[in-house]
T-cell receptor
C-alpha cells in the first residue's frame, strides 16, 4: 500500500498562474483533508471532505477550491496564485471523524513568485 | 475559535537529557493526538489520548491528557538524536471532522 500520495512534490508558479495539486489514498478512507503548513504556524486546514460527494471549508479556504473526484482522490486548485500562498501543502485521509488517525502524504512545496 | 498552544516552540538539548513539551487550550477536546514530523515528510501519529487523566507510554515517551481534557504533555526520557523533529499536538471533538493543530515544538537533540 502506498498510503497517501501527492503530486507534484515541488512547484514554482508566477503570481496569477493556476495549478491543481493532486492527492490519492489507497486505504479506502472516507474522509480527506488539505492543510497548509507555514513556519511557526503548525498545520491549518484549508478544506476537507467528510465523505465522497461532500466538501467543506476549513480555517483558511480563501483562494482555493477542491474537488472530491471519487473516494480515492481529492484535489486542491489554486485559480490565481498569490505570493501569500507560498507554503507546504499536505493532504491527509482518515477513516472517519476527527478523532480517527489522520494519515498524511509527503507534501507539496509550492513557491509563488 | 479553538486554539492549541504549544510550548516551548524550540528546544535544543544534549543527548541523554529529559524534556517535556506542553500543549494547552481553553477548550475541551474529546481526544488529543501527538504527531512527529521529520524534514520533508508529513506528520506521523505517535499516540492518541482520549480519557481525562490518561497516561500512555511509548518506549521513552510518556503522554498525559489533563483531567479536564484541555491540555496534554509529552515527556521524553534520555533523549536521543533520533528524537529530533517537529512535535505537533492536535485536538479533536466528536462532533467535528476537523483536527485543531498546535503550532509545534521543534526539538533538536545534539549527540
Amino acid at each position: 500500500n502506498a498510503g497517501v500520495t501527492q503530486t507534484p512534490k515541488f512547484q514554482v508558479l508566477k503570481t496569477g498562474q493556476s495549478m491543481t495539486l493532486q492527492c490519492a489514498q489507497d486505504m479506502n478512507h472516507n474522509s480527506m483533508y488539505w492543510y497548509r503548513q507555514d513556519p511557526g504556524m503548525g498545520l491549518r486546514l484549508i478544506y476537507y471532505s467528510a465523505s465522497e460527494g461532500t466538501t467543506d471549508k476549513g480555517e483558511v479556504p480563501n483562494g482555493y477550491n477542491v474537488s472530491r473526484l471519487n473516494k480515492r482522490e481529492f484535489s486542491l486548485r489554486l485559480e490565481s496564485a498569490a505570493p501569500s500562498q507560498t507554503s507546504v501543502y499536505f493532504c491527509a485521509s482518515s477513516r472517519g471523524q476527527g478523532t480517527d488517525t489522520q494519515y498524511f502524504g509527503p507534501g507539496t512545496r509550492l513557491t509563488v513568485l | 475559535t479553538q486554539l492549541l498552544e504549544q510550548s516551548p516552540q524550540f528546544l535544543s538539548i544534549q543527548e541523554g537529557e529529559n524534556l517535556t513539551v506542553y500543549c494547552n487550550s481553553s477548550s475541551v477536546f474529546s481526544s488529543l493526538q501527538w504527531y512527529r514530523q521529520e524534514p520533508g515528510e508529513g506528520p506521523v501519529l505517535l499516540v492518541t489520548v482520549v480519557t481525562g487523566g490518561e497516561v500512555k507510554k511509548l518506549k521513552r515517551l510518556t503522554f498525559q491528557f489533563g483531567d479536564a481534557r484541555k491540555d496534554s504533555s509529552l515527556h521524553i526520557t534520555a533523549a536521543q538524536p533520533g528524537d529530533t523533529g517537529l512535535y505537533l499536538c492536535a485536538g479533536a471533538t466528536d462532533s467535528s471532522y476537523k483536527l485543531i493543530f498546535g503550532s509545534g515544538t521543534r526539538l533538536l537533540v545534539r549527540p
